[in-house]
């Protein structure tokens, strides 16, 4: 289903209208006065990321640590 926006040459009315992308176009408006509608082209919506957010952690291995060591730390073992 698609979402495609019409505007009346009679009433001047736009509107949207939902339907099949294999239905054909309206050809008159859904104001009551049989006026002729044209289809418009629209910005689409685009896409939409719904939830937390998307970052690098979000997806990291278990058990992996890619962070350098803290600095002030010796792994020479010398008191």
């Given at each position: ?5 019409y ?18 176009a ?6 009551g006065?049989n ?11 685009g896409i939409i990321f719904?939830?937390s ?22 792994d020479s073992?010398?008191?």
């Amino acid at each position: 289903m698609a979402t495609y926006d019409y505007h009346c040459n009679t009433c001047g009315k736009d509107f949207e209208h939902v339907q099949s992308m294999k239905d054909d176009a309206l050809t008159e408006c859904l104001c009551g006065k049989n006026g002729t509608v044209e289809r418009r082209i629209s910005a689409s919506a685009g896409i939409i990321f719904k939830g937390s957010g998307f970052y690098v952690t979000d997806y990291k291995k278990a058990g992996s640590d890619s962070s350098p060591p803290p600095s002030g730390s010796s792994d020479s073992g010398t008191p």
